[in-house]
């Protein structure tokens, strides 16, 4: 048996269409939908960007960056200097690759330089790399945006799109890195300067690594920063870095007492517990919207009940129960909050899908420059779909909708009839 008889939807709809001048509220119900309509827009749309926001970010951290970064534990040398580099580490990053689950252990020589061309100079990040090392790179080696061709890297250096257009420098131009510790004298260390030939442009999708990052031979960055044969540490990338705690207890075993690892959450473990917290904080106050939303289902059947006083009773008189008066009233404000969900839903959705178009579109009115990506860290507005995010915002919308229409419905159904058609 269904739950609603065929003759409860006809009042209902008959109620819901009806204009003013016959006791309707139509201009309520109108209000209603667009309200609950608006609200399940807004929830899903945000949901949708903050979890590709996420997604994006993550991408770029985990196709860039090491998963794991293998550092030595400080100690003074016969200098009394403190030595950080880590000892025979060819035979370490060979048993950090033996590990299960590793993909790659890359040793990696780091310094921070100024890059030049021209007249133009900017700060810079050098990672001195093995060029198979470099190719395994998600973002970088294997870069959709890249120019140029990975097999002139040796001769060559591989460079960041943003430091490249900072330099006014393409694939066959030359730059010069810059040490201010170099060059050892007897009257101390002066200033390296050494050209490199550009052999390659990569796009790794985050504005400050594209901004900073060069990349030059192993070899090189040894002879470049002075550390023949030394190596500052192993960054190694894993199958499944989004459980990169089960893996630390393996490579801890693997690589022995004396050295530490640096996760990629403990770089930016920070930064995603402030965006969950965001995402915590906009879904209630986006809740908040649907539940104002939901009360002007309230005003609407508040108003059409007291219109229909007169039909109630006589609904009443000629055989209605109390439970079918409660049914048709319930559907005039369960029909507005699905129609408004529905249509929230097909909203948000159409939102997420196309994203990029509608985002050039106000790029274009607001006369561009609407998102800056030195302050958001990603190029373009990102937005990700997910069921549950929908299934989420429609259940909200849903449930709330129908607890606000079961008070004003339960009070037609306890209407007295007597009372309804007394002064009739």
Known sequence: MPPFAAFEWMIAWRYLRARRAEGGVGVMTWISLLGITLAVFALIATLAVRAGFRAEFVDTILGANAHVTVHALPRIDDAGRVDRTLGDA????ATLRAVPGVLRAAPLVR???????GDRAGAADVYGIAPADLAAIPRVGTGADAVGDLAGFGPGIAIGSGLARELGVGVGDTIRLISPSGVRTAFGSSPRVTGFEVAYVFTAGRWDIDRTRVYIPLEAAQTFFNRTGQIDEIDVAVAEPERIEAMLDPLAAAAGPEVLFWTWR???????RALAIEDNVMFVILSILV????????????????????DIGILRTIGLTEGSILRVFFLCGAVTGVAGTVAGVALGVAFAVWIDPIFSFVNYVAGGGVWDPAIRGIYALPAQLRGVDVAKAAGLSLGLSCIATWFPARRAARMNPVEALRYE
Request: glycine content about 14%.
């Open 266 to 272: 403990d770089s930016a473990g920070g930064f995603l």
């Open 291 to 310: 539940l104002i939303a939901a009360m002007n289902i309230v005003s609407g059947l508040i108003m059409l009940v007291r219109n229909k006083g007169r």
């Open 111 to 117: 310094g921070q330089v100024m890059a030049s061309a």
């Open 90 to 93: 060819d035979a370490l990053a």
